[in-house]
């Protein structure tokens, strides 16, 4: 299972949207535990069903011998809105979810709304609840997936028992968070850290918004993802699959593609040119990943293309600096 960037590395219109659809893994098993775990970094925690263990693949919680899981994906709290509406029947639809029900379904201290389903990928049939929180200081995103094979483990009372349970904490400061990160940072480049993100990404910033559209100021995000990507062929359809998936880039023209060796480590970058789909602005976008045995870690860069000059340099800078923990 792959870990992706920023539950997707897709982008919010103006900035970069955090993908429902990009989302993929959850949940089950029987009776609960007292008290909610909480996965490394993560200021989201809940209850697993008894059998459910913390992931060393994906913020969450999985069963290996059945399949099921629960992702966890936390979000800025202006990504509430635009969850709910990217959740609507129809674009669940042309993802293969058969929506069955929407309802309300409030958190601990916040509000939320559940949806519930099946989905159908290929000959693989699939239980599907999803579960949307605004807590304090920040949206949720809970991710729950039973095979049919085993939904008499799974029922919905029993996942409905875990999604009830779900609870915010403060996930500690900002350094915090990132001394927790699978990766280390070096030259920050005159960036600063905005979010630490789902235990496994950080976004960055030059410029005093917190919330940056359009490219207005430049951005930089950093995520680790687990699962080996053999050979350059495979590389390189793995970056330009992940290119296309940035969903606050459109029309994205490839301009440098290009595999190398660093160290004995297998690096792949793409220069690009898109537009913001909100302003229309013209952005210039990089994108680095650093292969590992088992794992990557992806790095985009986006600013607007006529501020590429100035700023394509530190990007590098903040590329060289970063590294498996």
Do not use: C
């Not at 697993?48 to 913390?54: F, N, V």
């Not at 992931?55 to 202006?78: N, Q, R, W, Y």
């Not at 793409?270 to 870690?297: H, M, S």
């Amino acid at each position: 299972m792959k870990r992706g960037l920023v539950g997707g590395l897709a982008a919010r219109p103006g900035v970069f949207r955090f993908s429902a659809s990009a989302l993929g893994l959850l949940l089950l098993a029987g009776g609960a535990l007292a008290d909610p775990v909480f996965p490394t970094g993560l200021g989201i925690g809940l209850t697993p069903p008894e059998g459910m263990t913390a992931s060393a693949k994906f913020s969450g919680f999985e069963d290996e011998k059945t399949g099921a899981a629960i992702l966890i994906v936390e979000m800025p709290p202006e990504a509430y809105a635009q969850i709910e509406k990217g959740l609507s029947d129809d674009a669940l639809g042309k993802q293969g979810v058969s929506v069955a029900k929407r309802e309300n379904f409030p958190v601990k201290d916040g509000k939320g709304f559940l949806v519930s389903g099946m989905q159908r990928t290929g000959a693989l049939t699939l239980q599907k609840w999803m579960l949307v929180g605004a807590l304090p200081k920040t949206t949720v995103l809970v991710t729950v997936q039973v095979p049919s094979s085993a939904s008499g483990a799974y029922s919905d009372a029993v996942v409905r028992r875990a999604l009830e349970s779900v609870t915010y904490r403060s996930a500690g400061s900002l350094e915090e968070q990132m001394a927790a990160l699978p990766f280390t940072l070096g030259d920050r480049a005159g960036f600063r850290v905005l979010r630490v993100l789902a235990g496994n990404s950080l976004l960055m910033t030059d410029g005093p918004k917190d919330v940056v559209r359009g490219g207005e100021q430049p951005i930089f995000i950093i995520a680790a993802g687990q699962g080996a990507i053999p050979g350059t062929l495979e590389q390189d359809r793995f970056a330009r699959q992940a290119l296309s998936g940035l969903a606050g880039v459109q029309a994205a023209e490839i301009k440098r593609a290009a595999g190398s060796e660093r160290d004995r480590v297998s690096w792949h970058e793409i220069e690009a040119v898109g537009v913001d789909p909100v302003t229309k602005a013209r952005l210039f976008v990089v994108q680095a990943i650093r292969f590992g045995a088992n794992d990557y870690i992806r790095m985009v860069g986006m600013v607007r293309e006529k501020d590429r000059a100035a700023v394509a340099a530190r990007f590098a800078r903040i590329r060289d600096g970063v590294a498996p923990r």
